[in-house]
C-alpha cells in the first residue's frame, strides 16, 4: 500500500482537559504516568498492544484464499491499520514507562496467536482464524470490542493514552463495516442461492457452494460467545480501581450524569442468583450490555434480508452466558439461549452450536481464491460500492 502513511498519530490535545470521571474528577489530566498507577496501567496498554498484532498473525493466511480483489484489499488494509495501532501502543511504552517499558514490548514480540508456550494474552487473539466466514466473524464481533475498549481508554485521565486512541477509532469503523457488510453479502448470496434452488434445505445450499444460514448461525455463536469474555468479569476489582483512578472510563462518558459512582449499585444476574453489586464493580457488566445491544444492530439488518425473502429462519446472538471462559458463567453448561442445562446435554449439544469439524472442512471447501478483478466467488455476493468511489471492477491489488 505504497500511499499509506506509517507513523505514530495522535489526535489533537484538547486545551485545559480535565479528569472526566472517578475520584480525581475535575483535577489537570496527567501527561506523565504517576508513579502509583504505573504498573496498572502498564499491564493496560500492553494488554491492548497485544492485541494487535495478533489479529494480524490469525488473519496472515487468509490472502491465499480472497474471495475477490476488494476483500483482499480491505483485509490489507486492516492488517496494516492493526500494525500502526501496535506502533501507538509501543510508542506510548516506550516513551513513558522507560526500562519496564521496553522490555515489555520486547515480549510483545516474542508472544505470537496460539503459540503452546508464549501465546497472546487474551483467548480470542489465539484463536485460528482460517477462513472468510472467521474473518467476517471476527471484525464484526472482536473488533466491536475494540471500539468499547478504545472509547473507554479515550476517556482516559492519561491524555496520551487519550489521544492515541481517539486516533485509533477512527480506523475501527472500517473494520467493523468490513464485518458488517463481509456477512451481509453472505446472506445475500445464499439467499439468492435459495430462490434460485427453491429450498432451504441446508445440504442442497451447500451443495451449491453456499453458506446455509444454519452454519452462519454457528460461526455468529463461536465468535460472539468468544467476544464477550474479552469484557472480563462481571464482578471486577480491577473495574473498579481502574475507574476510580481515572485510568479507564465508560464508552461516551459524558453521556451519563454520575461520574463517580460511590453510591451506585448495580443488579448482576451471576449462577448463584441475582445479586446486588457497587457499580463500579459492575462496569465490565455494563459495557458488556451495551456491546450486545450494539451488536444487535447488523443482526436487525440481516433478519430483515431474510423475512423480505419470505423465509422463517431469524438469525440470533446468543445469551452472555453461553460459553464463557472468563467471569461468573465461566465454564458452565449453559445454552445459548442462556438456560443452564445438564453437562451431559450441554457435551452432546454443543457441536450443533458451534463449528463442528465437518463445518469447518465444509467451509474451508469454500475458500478458493478469486483474483480477476470485479469478480467474486460462489459463496458471497459482491459489495454494493467499491473503496474510495472506484467502481467494483477496479483492480485493487497488483499481483506480481
Ligand atoms: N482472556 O477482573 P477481570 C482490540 C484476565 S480488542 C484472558 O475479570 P478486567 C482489537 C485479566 O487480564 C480490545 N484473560 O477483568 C480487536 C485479569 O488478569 P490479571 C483489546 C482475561 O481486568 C480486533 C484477570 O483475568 N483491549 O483492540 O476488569 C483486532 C481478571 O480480570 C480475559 C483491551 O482489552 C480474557 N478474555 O478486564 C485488533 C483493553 N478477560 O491482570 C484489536 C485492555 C480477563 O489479574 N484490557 N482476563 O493478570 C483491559 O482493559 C482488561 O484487561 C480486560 C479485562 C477488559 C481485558
Not at 369 to 386: C, D, Q
Amino acid at each position: 500500500m505504497p500511499d499509506y502513511r506509517w507513523g505514530i498519530f495522535l489526535a489533537d490535545a484538547v486545551p485545559g482537559r480535565s479528569i472526566g470521571f472517578g475520584d480525581q474528577m475535575g483535577q489537570p489530566v496527567w501527561q506523565q504516568v504517576p508513579g502509583e498507577y504505573r504498573s496498572t496501567l502498564r499491564r493496560l496498554i500492553v494488554t491492548q498492544g497485544d492485541t494487535e498484532p495478533a489479529s494480524v498473525e490469525q488473519q496472515r493466511l487468509l490472502g491465499h484464499t480472497c474471495p475477490s480483489m476488494y476483500d483482499l484489499r480491505n483485509l490489507f488494509q486492516i492488517n496494516v491499520e492493526e500494525g500502526r495501532h501496535l506502533w501507538a501502543m509501543v510508542y506510548l511504552l516506550h516513551a513513558y514507562f522507560g526500562r519496564d517499558g521496553r522490555e515489555e514490548a520486547e515480549e510483545l514480540l516474542a508472544r505470537h496467536s496460539g503459540d503452546a508456550d508464549k501465546p497472546r494474552i487474551l483467548t480470542t487473539f489465539n484463536e485460528p482464524m482460517s477462513d472468510w466466514l472467521s474473518l467476517f466473524c471476527f471484525t464484526y464481533f472482536t473488533d466491536r470490542d475494540g471500539k468499547y475498549q478504545l472509547k473507554s481508554f479515550a476517556e482516559s485521565a492519561f491524555d496520551p493514552l487519550s489521544r492515541t486512541c481517539r486516533f485509533m477509532l477512527t480506523e475501527e469503523a472500517h473494520h467493523m463495516f468490513v464485518g458488517e457488510t463481509g456477512i451481509s453479502r453472505v446472506v445475500k448470496r445464499t439467499l439468492e442461492v435459495m430462490k434460485e434452488l427453491g429450498t432451504d434445505d441446508p445440504v442442497r445450499i451447500r451443495a451449491h457452494g453456499a453458506v446455509d444460514l444454519q452454519t452462519l448461525q454457528k460461526y455468529l455463536n463461536f465468535w460472539c460467545s468468544s467476544s464477550l469474555d474479552l469484557f472480563g468479569s462481571e464482578i471486577s476489582s480491577n473495574s473498579a480501581a481502574n475507574f476510580a483512578s481515572g485510568l479507564k472510563g465508560r464508552p461516551d462518558e459524558t453521556q451519563y450524569e454520575d461520574h463517580v459512582l460511590r453510591d451506585k449499585t448495580l443488579n448482576v444476574a451471576i449462577p448463584e442468583g441475582a445479586q446486588d453489586v457497587p457499580m463500579l464493580n459492575a462496569l465490565n457488566e455494563v459495557m458488556r450490555e451495551s456491546y450486545l445491544k450494539d451488536c444487535e444492530i447488523g443482526l436487525k439488518r440481516w433478519n430483515r434480508m431474510i423475512e423480505r425473502a419470505g423465509h422463517a429462519l431469524r438469525l440470533s446472538l446468543p445469551s452472555s452466558r453461553f460459553r464463557r471462559a472468563i467471569g461468573a458463567w465461566a465454564g458452565l453448561p449453559v445454552d445459548p439461549q442462556g438456560q443452564m442445562i445438564s453437562k451431559e446435554e450441554y457435551g452432546e449439544s454443543l457441536p450443533g452450536w458451534i463449528p463442528s469439524d465437518a463445518d469447518k472442512v465444509f467451509v474451508h471447501s469454500l475458500m478458493q481464491r478469486v483474483i480477476e478483478p470485479g469478480k467474486m466467488a460462489g459463496w458471497i455476493a459482491p459489495p454494493e460500492r467499491g473503496v474510495n468511489n472506484l467502481p467494483v471492477e477496479y483492480e485493487y491489488v497488483k499481483l506480481h
